[in-house]
Structure formats: C-alpha cells, structure tokens
C-alpha cells in the first residue's frame, strides 16, 4: 500500500492489535460489502447512462429509451459510441476505413517491391518493376510481371499466397473462398492461364511465394536487415500515421535553486476533448492519389506547396538542428522525433556521447514518412524538406463540428461536478466563466448545478476520452474459445483464414483456444475509422509541440520532459512564466498548484522525481512516479527522490556503453515486492507470490550530451 494509507494502518494496528481478530468472518464481511457497493454503483450509472443517452429528437407520441449499458455495451468505449451514433452522428456520414487501406491488389505489396530490391542488389542484375522509369514489364498488352530482367529475358512474380491460393498454405481444398471471391480451384485456374500466356512471351518465368519470403527472412539475418532498412514507396498503410503522444525526459537533472530558476509543471485541461472539439475531422471516402515515378521527384519548403489534404507518404528530409522535432517516427517499436533515421538506428538504446554530432548525409538521415498534412505544415514551417511525393489520401469533405456537441455535453456535466476552477472566484467571475464557454465551446453551464460530485465528475471524464479511440479498435483482436469436440478442434486447425495462438488442456476433455483472423481475412467492425483517432492524436501533438516551441524559443528556458498532454521547464527567476495558464478546456494549468518546484530527475519515460517547497508552511515533499512499479511503502524505502536521483547520476555521468566500468554500474536499484498478485488463466485462481524488479534508468530515444541534456539524434 502506499505510504500514507500505511501510516493509517499502522495507526489503525496499534490500536486495534490486541483485540480478537478473525481473518475469515473479516474477509466475507469485506466481500459482501465490497459486492454490494459495486452492485448499487453499477444500478445508478446503469440509470444515469440510460437517461443520458435517451434519443434528444423524436417523432411524437414514440418511445423514448436509453443505452441499457448492460444489454448494448460491454465497456465505456462502447457504450459512447452507441451515444454518439445515436445522439450526435449524422446518418451516412463517417465512412468506414478499410483495414487494408484504400490501394486495391493491382498495386505490388510491399514485400514483393522489397524482395526485388534484394534480388537485384544480390544478384548484380537490373529489374524492371513498378519503381522503374517505365514501370512493370506488360505481356501481351495486359498481362504484367512483377518484375523483368532483359538481359536474361527473365520475369519475377512473386505471389501472395492468400491471393493466389498457395499450395502450401491451402492445401486441396478447392472450395475454400478467398477474400477475392474466388475459390481456391478458380483462383489456380486463372492463374495458370495467365502464366500459358506470360511463358510464351518470357522465356524464363520464376515464382516466388510470400510464405517463402517470409521463411528466408526468418534464416537470413543480412537479408532481415536489408528489408528494414529499404524504403517503402508502396500503397499507404494507414496504420503507419497512427502514433502516440511525445513523452520522454529531454534533461535528466535540474536544480532550479542552483541556476537561479523556477520550474514549472503545466498540463493541457481535457486535451483530447478539447482537440476533438476544436478540430476540423475528415469526413467519406478519399481519393487515392498515386505519383507516377517521373513526378516523384520534389522539393518542397513551404506549407503552401502541398498540393493535397490528409494522408501523405513523402521522402522526408529534417533539418540539420532543431530543439523540437515535429515528425514522429517508429524504430525498433521507439516512437522517435528525431532529426537522423541512421543515428536513431545506430543507437536503439541511447548513447552518452559528451560531443556528439550528427556524421551522416541527407540520404542517410532522412526517412519515408506517412503523415498527416497538419503535421507535414508545421515541420515545413521549421525547416523540413520533402524530396520525394508516392502517395495521398486526399479528402475532400471535412466537419469542423463533428464532436462539438458531444463534448459539450460532457464538459458540462464534468464542470458542474468539479464546481468552479481554482481562481474563478466572485460572482461576477463566475458569470463570466459561464458566459465564455457558451461562447467559446457551446458549454451550456448551470449555476445551480455547480455542485462538487466526484462519482459524477470521473464518469463525464470517461465519457470525454473513450470515444475517439474507439474508431480505431482494431479489427483483428484475438478470440478464445473453449472446445469439448475434436472434430471442432480439427476444424479450426485446417482453418486457413485464421492464426491460432495458442492453445492450453483446461481439463481432459477441454481446451481453451486462443486464435485471430489472418490479415487478409480481417472484416472490419461497424465503427472503424482509424482516420479519425489518428487525426486526434495528430491534432493533439501540435498542440504540445506549439507549447515547446514557446518554451525553446525563449532566451534561457529549458525544456525539462514531456508527456503527451503536459511539459515541465524551466525559466529565469527574473522572467514571467513563457506560458499562460487558463480556466477553460484546453487551456493550460498548473500542475502542483501551491508548491514550487525546486529540483527535477528524469530517468525515463514515465520516470521522473520532483522536490517541492509548499508555499503555506515551507514543509518539503517529493513525488515520484515510475511506470511499471507500484510504489507501496515497502517499494518507497529503496526507491525514493535520493536514491532515484543517485541512480540517475550515476547513469548520466557513465561512459559509453562499451566501456566495461559503465557496465558495471548503470545505476541500477533492485527492489522485491513480497505479495505480488498473479493470476492463472488456466486454473481459474490468484494468488500472491514474490516478485523482483530491477530499475535502472533508460534513455532511448536520444543522446545523453554534457550538462546532462538529452540531445535529438541527428544533431549537427
């Protein structure tokens, strides 16, 4: 537990030890209690939801009935959708995305385009494909190759094994459908008449399958990293432009009373809801916008040269120094911001380099990014250039007032069960602030009902931010199963559309089954739109990104860390706040509110410590939060400010990683927690068992430089 819940047990114990204890009537009484609680929670928001979510508009006379949270929706995310759908959503109005992106199967995959490359630079030839001048090599005026080599009168095709009905992965059965439509027989059926026509023009014709590809990648390590590190110019996989939020420290240590400082700990208010709110969303269906290879060659500067809007797959160079890099990018499952794709991957677990400076050239630091036009302007703004343009998704219809209503419903009813925010005092004041969100958001506010009400307050809060990401629920998610047949059991194994994952003896007759569809047989759910969440999480990081810029364009600020909706920094003493603060949604507010941060330790994403002075008595505390600890009273004896801070220290000021004293000492602290909750799926119990953990810090997505300044990768 944690150390102020211990101290009142403690009190509790010293008082109660000696009185007669029975553990078993304490823990039946315990959880019929607890049962009974939830029990009555669950029937008043039950009540509550189903109130909320009655049908606003009806025809006279009908039947007005709610979300029965319990019939309708088995989580919260669910449960707004169905409001949304059913209060705010125009009919016809939100397309659904395809799973497999927009680009139908004409186009070559990825994979193939790659396995070309490889057997063109492993073989010393020359191949004609669809990244050629002249594009893929055409037979017979209609029929083309995937790739052509002229000098050996050679054709390449490599075969998707879903698409072609591979021998391997389907068998004989020749009734199977495939998502195309076809059978199994039909599809092998035109499949050869296509390769009689393709042989009698082409002289040598090799077929490569996508399962064969896949097991050389698993043997080759070279040929592994090739394909990781070639440049994908294929179809746009929207999943690609779908990130998170910036998070990570940007320096490891900061005392503020030292340099003459303050430190301040500002967080957006609701900044999902307030970008949905405030954000213009596309709406239908894109077009498709594929670059012919003559026209790929580009060299934009300026937000006003790109020519589309939505989804853009472009060669994107970043400039040589920047403090706060715009474009996010995955390496090595890292979401980085840098400014060199070769730093980023020579270094997948940071450096400590005192002196470091980017040596690479521009083909080297760039990368293919699939991004969003929003973010793609703001990165040109600041010094970005893109040199090549493949693709676009370019939406021509778009809703500025898609969720508008949604949330000022809820912001509604948040603000009348928080009560008035800090500072808004008076009723002058107070008539204002009501005023300001009618005009602002639509919040339509009641004086009457600003009453505090917690229970209230976390339920609206729910209701803000399980929405958008409910568009992008992913399509494939797994499913188990407990069978008592073997010839159900058969079936699912000689199933071809699905992966089974695992499967584990429940009993002698039973088993439990854990499988997924395979991609190309994935349908999509009634609410996919990948499109709006990332939109959201894209809108929502230039949000943060504009805040660190105010920050770092001020003479003698530090940014200090991020996370997503907050930034910490620093600034002189003698200089205001580089930052304004605000009551409203999506303004800033403080953090620690009547404390003045004094020292700062970062070790890590989700890992930081903070020293505070409160203002009224000048009593000192610290906070702590590292992900992935529970930090109980226990935890908090080994791992608090002072040792987190020695442990950071420790881990800034090593050399690098080869040198074996900083192997020796990286700064590492073990701590045990002796009653760990586990839980077996299979037995159908929890029980406590001992557990250990090791902290160390972790700096991955930049470079440890002097001053104990985490510098972005590329850095020149």
Known sequence: MPPQKQNEFDKWYEVEKNNQFCLDEALAEYCTNDVQILTEALIAFRKKFSEISKKKTTRPGAVVEGIDILKDAMTIASACMKHFRLNHLQPEHLAIVPEKGYENIDNQSELALKYLQWYEETKGVEIQSAHSESGEHVVDGKYKVDGYIAAEDRAIEVNGCVWHACQKCFGDDLNKILPNGKTVGET?????????????????????????????????????????????????????????????????????????????????????????????FPVGHPKVIVVPLAEQKVYWTRSEQIPFKGILKVFLLPPPQLDVPVIPVKFDERLLFPLCRKCALMYPNGANIKDYHCPHNDEERGWVSTCTSLELEEALKVGYTVTRFYRALHYEKWDENLFKNYVA??????????????????????????????????????REKMVPDQAMRYISKLMLNSLWGRFSLRNGLSKSLIINSPNELREFDNNKSIEIQSADDLTEDTVLLTYKPREEFIIEHDTSNIVISLWTTSAARIRLLKAMQTVAG?????????????????????????????????????????????EYVGGACKAYALRMENNKNAKTNSVLKVRG????????????????????????????????????????????????????????????????????????????????????????
């Not at 700064?667 to 760990?676: A, P, Q, R, Y």
Request: with cysteine.
């Open 188 to 280: 092998r059926e035109d499949d050869g008449k296509r390769m009689e026509i393709i042989k009698k023009y082409i002289k040598n014709v090799d077929i490569i399958w996508e399962c064969e590809i896949h097991q050389m990648l698993r043997r080759n390590q070279k040929m592994r990293k090739a394909f990781a590190n070639y440049h994908n110019k294929g179809p746009i996989n929207i999943r690609d432009c779908y990130f998170g939020g910036r998070t990570g420290p940007l320096h490891m240590h900061f005392d503020a009373e030292k340099e003459q400082h303050k430190i301040a700990y500002l967080d957006f208010n609701s900044l999902y809801p307030s970008t949905i709110a405030t954000t213009s």
């Open 409 to 446: 419903e809820f912001m509604a009813m948040k603000i009348h069960a928080s009560g008035f925010p800090e500072g808004i005092e008076g009723k002058e004041n107070e008539e204002n602030f009501i005023k300001e969100c009618k005009e602002k958001f639509g919040i339509e506010l009641q």
């Open 554 to 598: 001020k003479l003698d600020c530090n940014l200090l860390y991020g996370d997503t909706d907050s930034i910490l920094f620093s600034y002189p003493k003698d200089m205001e706040c580089p930052l304004q603060t605000g009551p409203h949604l999506g303004d800033l507010a403080r953090e620690y509110a009547g404390f003045e941060i004094k």
């Open 629 to 716: 600890i529970t930090l109980t009273a226990d935890v908090c004896k080994i791992l608090h400010f002072d040792t987190f801070k020695e442990s950071v220290l420790k881990y800034a000021k090593g050399g690098n990683e080869d040198e074996e004293e900083y192997e020796l000492d990286r700064g590492e602290i073990m701590i045990e927690n002796l009653n760990f909750i586990r839980r077996n799926v299979k037995d159908g119990i929890v029980y406590s068992t001992k557990m250990r953990k090791i902290y160390r810090p972790m700096i991955q997505k930049g470079i440890i430089s002097k001053n104990l300044k985490i510098v972005n990768f590329g850095q020149k």
